[in-house]
């Protein structure tokens, strides 16, 4: 089983830190499934469950981590 998680990066971070932080995470026995280069800069990554706990995702230039999902704009009650 993996779990998917969105890296993102400050807007001024050059694009071969960017580089070097996927390279590591692919290393780490992770996928990265897409890359973001517009609106924010960073990546979208699959994680094994049996090795997300070995990733290290600390760097000077991190903007945040979180899981990816569903978004949505308006309430679920809406929808119905």
Same mark, same amino acid.
Do not use: C, R, W
């Given at each position: 089983?993996?779990?998917?998680?969105?890296?993102?990066?400050?807007?001024? $971070?050059?694009?071969?830190?960017?580089?070097?932080?996927?390279?590591?995470?692919?290393?780490?026995g992770a996928e990265i499934t897409h890359r973001y280069?517009?609106?924010?800069?960073?990546?979208?990554?699959?994680?094994p469950d049996t090795v997300v706990?070995?990733?290290?995702?600390?760097?000077?230039?991190?903007?945040?981590?979180?899981?990816?999902?569903?978004?949505? $704009?308006?309430?679920?009650?809406?929808?119905?």
């Open positions: 089983m993996s779990s998917s998680y969105i890296v993102t990066f400050k807007s001024d $971070t050059p694009q071969d830190v960017i580089d070097a932080k996927a390279q590591e995470v692919e290393q780490s280069n517009a609106a924010i800069k960073g990546f979208s990554v699959k994680v706990s070995t990733l290290s995702f600390e760097s000077p230039h991190l903007n945040g981590v979180e899981a990816d999902g569903v978004v949505t $704009t308006q309430g679920q009650s809406l929808l119905a």
